[in-house]
């Protein structure tokens, strides 16, 4: 049973920096597609960021494109989300998710094309 566990949230001021990590269990995160997410109070879940794990190919929302960085650790079967210059309106719940299909077949920015999920980590930027 594939298990994603968040960590990393908290309260920053605007300009700061967070690092997010996504831990998985139970699988490797080989051979898959890992996502970021995020979701505002009274707003849409929006994609933010993915990587491919084979070959590390990378993808990002345009609003956080030359700010965020999505990264792996293979030793640590782990994802990063490094956020730089966050703004207020980056304040989100942030969400890992991740799909073991072929990653040829999955539409990075799909939320329905993941089929496991973190909790969720909250990211809250200060003005």
């Known amino acids: 049973q594939v298990q994603l566990v968040e960590s990393g949230g908290g309260l920053v001021q605007a300009g700061g920096s967070l690092r997010l990590s996504c831990a998985a269990s139970?699988?490797?995160?080989?051979?898959?597609?890992v996502g970021w997410f995020r979701q505002a109070p009274g707003k849409e879940r929006e994609f933010v960021a993915a990587?491919?794990?084979?070959?590390?190919?990378?993808y990002y929302a345009d609003s956080v494109k030359g700010r965020f960085t999505i990264s792996r650790d293979n030793a640590k079967n782990t994802v990063y989300l490094q956020m730089n210059s966050l703004k207020p309106e980056d304040t989100a719940v942030y969400y890992c998710?991740?799909?073991?299909?072929?990653?040829?077949?999955?539409?990075?920015?799909?939320?329905?094309?993941?089929?496991?999920w973190g909790q969720g980590t909250q990211v809250t930027v200060s003005s």
């Open positions: 139970g699988r490797t995160f080989s051979s898959s597609v």
């Open positions: 990587i491919r794990w084979n070959g590390g190919n990378t």
């Open positions: 998710a991740a799909s073991f299909a072929s990653p040829s077949f999955i539409r990075y920015s799909h939320p329905q094309d993941y089929n496991y």
